[in-house]
């Protein structure tokens, strides 16, 4: 037996393949994996839309934001919140792939590979964040039924507001689902504490109509600094809490911090293959 493992070649370490590559692979992967799930794509629209038509209509015009001129009908003022709402469900449902690829065994040979870790981590969440910027970006045809005219610059600003917001929501979505072995624990962890984070957001109502205690937790949440910043950007002259340059500095920061923690959680857990 001595003889005959000493027989077997033992595996050479290979250089690594660099971070370019299989970042950009990875990324490939995930947006086309995304966009062959019809039902998918449909859902991820569909259900904001749904949200906005039904919940503005049904407020109509007996909600008073204070917002003054530009959003007299609730449909005006959901609208940012409508957008984060679809950023928010692309972001982290597209994180799901994290499970569904430990479960297939996908992550296991990506992780035994001479690949970093961090090029696991940029992929995924790149893939994931270019998903929830599409979706977020396409959301803007229907601007106009909501009282906002958009033009080259207002495209680009709102653009680099949903690309950050993306960013940091597809990297805590990543987090949460790396040390995971199950979607059911996943959907449990979105229901109990992202979608709040989405309620606590001013999306739904303004901060500075909300009693103390709320008020403190929305101005702590870092997704009320991207509806503020996409309120102020479609709406300009809407009075809001923060300053547009404070709302773009929270969510780089916010995005910095959840690519850390991403980036950690990777390195410190050690996957699994599935039972």
Same mark, same amino acid.
């Given at each position: 037996?001595?003889?005959?493992?000493?027989?077997?070649?033992?595996?050479?370490?290979?250089?690594?393949?660099?971070?370019?590559?299989?970042?950009?692979?990875?990324?490939?992967?995930?947006?086309?994996?995304?966009?062959?799930?019809?039902?998918?794509?449909?859902?991820?629209?569909?259900?904001?839309?749904?949200?906005?038509?039904?919940?503005?209509?049904?407020?109509?015009?007996?909600?008073?934001?204070?917002?003054?001129?530009?959003?007299?009908?609730?449909? /005006?003022?959901?609208?940012?919140?409508?957008?984060?709402?679809?950023?928010?469900?692309?972001?982290?449902?597209?994180?799901?792939?994290?499970?569904?690829?430990?479960?297939?065994?996908?992550?296991?040979?990506?992780?035994?590979?001479?690949?970093?870790?961090?090029?696991?981590?940029?992929?995924?969440?790149?893939?994931?964040?270019?998903?929830?910027?599409?979706?977020?970006?396409?959301?803007?045809?229907?601007?106009?039924?909501?009282?906002?005219?958009? /033009?080259?610059?207002?495209? !680009?600003?709102?653009?680099?507001?949903?690309?950050?917001?993306?960013?940091?929501?597809?990297?805590?979505?990543?987090?949460?689902?790396?040390?995971? /072995?199950?979607?059911?624990?996943?959907?449990?962890?979105?229901?109990?504490?992202?979608?709040?984070?989405?309620?606590?957001?001013?999306?739904?109502?303004?901060?500075?109509?909300?009693?103390?205690?709320?008020?403190?937790?929305?101005? !702590?949440?870092?997704?009320?600094?991207?509806?503020?910043?996409?309120?102020?950007?479609?709406?300009?002259?809407?009075?809001?809490?923060?300053?547009?340059?404070? /709302?773009?500095?929270?969510?780089?920061?916010?995005?910095?911090?959840?690519?850390?923690?991403?980036?950690?959680?990777?390195?410190?857990?050690?996957?699994?293959?599935?039972?």
């Amino acid at each position: 037996m001595a003889t005959q493992a000493a027989s077997i070649p033992r595996a050479t370490p290979q250089p690594s393949a660099g971070l370019v590559l299989p970042a950009f692979t990875l990324w490939w992967r995930e947006v086309v994996r995304f966009y062959r799930q019809t039902t998918r794509v449909i859902g991820v629209l569909a259900s904001p839309l749904v949200f906005w038509l039904v919940i503005g209509s049904g407020f109509g015009t007996s909600f008073r934001s204070g917002a003054g001129a530009g959003q007299e009908h609730y449909l /005006d003022y959901f609208y940012p919140g409508a957008l984060i709402m679809i950023i928010l469900f692309t972001s982290i449902f597209t994180m799901m792939s994290v499970i569904e690829d430990r479960k297939e065994g996908f992550l296991l040979s990506v992780l035994v590979a001479p690949v970093p870790r961090s090029a696991i981590v940029l992929g995924k969440v790149l893939g994931g964040t270019t998903l929830a910027a599409i979706q977020g970006m396409i959301f803007l045809i229907f601007a106009p039924f909501a009282g906002v005219h958009l /033009d080259p610059v207002k495209i !680009l600003l709102v653009g680099v507001v949903v690309f950050l917001v993306s960013f940091a929501l597809t990297a805590l979505g990543f987090a949460i689902a790396w040390p995971m /072995d199950s979607t059911q624990a996943f959907h449990g962890i979105v229901n109990l504490f992202l979608i709040p984070l989405w309620l606590l957001s001013g999306a739904l109502f303004p901060l500075s109509g909300a009693s103390g205690w709320i008020r403190i937790i929305m101005r !702590l949440n870092p997704l009320t600094y991207g509806v503020e910043g996409l309120r102020q950007l479609l709406y300009p002259g809407t009075p809001t809490s923060f300053p547009l340059s404070s /709302d773009t500095a929270t969510l780089v920061v916010f995005s910095l911090v959840m690519f850390a923690i991403a980036f950690l959680m990777a390195n410190r857990r050690t996957t699994r293959p599935a039972a």
